[in-house]
């Protein structure tokens, strides 16, 4: 598109935008204002936990795999938002395979940096992106929750409607449609529709579209308070289309404990869960 085009058709958005009503809520708040105060609720500075992922396809039995698991964000500072290793617990021929993430701030578009440890060749080795992030195969290929569905997407990157008000299992909530706003980020979704409570902005279910509209999945939410911080205790993901659900159940949580940057090294990969400090 030639530039003078492009400036005209901003400026055209940005009229049409400044005479639309602001959708508000009784209580004072916008469906941003909503969102943000949900993506800033505290969740501590780091963590240390149990995972476990259950698995249940239609006609298949169940599977699981369970991880301890350290966690740290750094808050903005430097390129990383945060860091993570995971110590395979479950299945026991898998024992001691590990895994670390370094996941680097989403507005810089670039990809994370992560890495396998395999016991049986004493070899870390890192992972590939020469891919799509979308496309890559690993043993979370078939689970209904991905990393896109774990880590909270960045209020900017989506436009946001407050539809309505609503109880969910006894819990007022906020509704809000949020719908990409095509920054060329890759999501799989057109639109999420949340289910926010308005006591403390946690989110207690999403419902995922794909990209003809249709109800792709269902999200629901379990939270836990530790000190200040609030954490899931479980997290579990239907697909409406094939009936394929992953649920992720939290333990033995421990949160603000002072993680170091030496907790997130390919030595302690090889160490284990007890080079964790």
């Known amino acids: 598109m030639e530039h003078s085009k492009a400036w005209i058709g901003w400026l055209g958005v940005v009229f049409i935008v400044s005479f639309l009503p602001l959708r508000v809520h009784a209580d004072g708040l916008s469906a941003d204002d909503i969102v943000k105060k949900s993506f800033a ?5 780091d963590s240390l936990s149990r995972i476990s992922f259950i698995f249940q396809e239609n006609g298949q039995p169940e599977r699981r795999l369970t991880y301890f698991m350290a966690w740290k964000r ?5 390129d990383i938002d945060s860091k993570v290793i995971m110590f395979r617990e479950f299945p026991p021929d898998a024992k001691g395979v590990s895994y670390m993430g370094f996941f680097y701030r989403p507005e810089l578009n670039r990809n994370d940096e992560e890495w396998l440890y395999l016991p049986e060749l004493r070899l870390v080795r890192k992972l590939s992106h ?3 992030k979308h496309a890559k195969e690993e043993e979370f290929a078939k689970s209904e929750l991905r990393q896109y569905d774990l880590v909270s997407r960045d209020p900017g990157a989506d436009g946001h409607q407050l539809l309505r008000s609503e109880a969910l299992e006894g819990v007022d909530c906020y509704v809000i449609e949020s719908t990409p706003k095509g920054r060329g ?3 799989p979704y057109s639109k999420a529709v949340k289910w926010i409570a308005k006591d403390s902005f946690l989110p207690r279910r999403i419902d995922y579209y794909d990209e003809k509209g249709k109800l792709l999945k269902q999200q629901t939410f ?4 530790v000190g200040d911080a609030w954490v899931w205790e479980e997290v579990a993901a239907e697909n409406v289309q094939t009936g394929n659900k992953t649920t992720l159940r939290i333990s033995d949580i421990r949160v603000n404990v002072g993680l170091t940057d030496d907790a997130f090294t390919k030595r302690v990969m090889q160490v284990g869960m007890e ?3």
């Open 222 to 225: 379990k939270w836990k308070q």
């Open 275 to 277: 080079g964790v400090k």
């Open 41 to 45: 609720v505290d969740g501590g500075d």
């Open 74 to 78: 750094f808050k903005g500072a430097g």
């Open 130 to 132: 020469s891919g799509p």
């Open 185 to 187: 980020d890759y999501y």
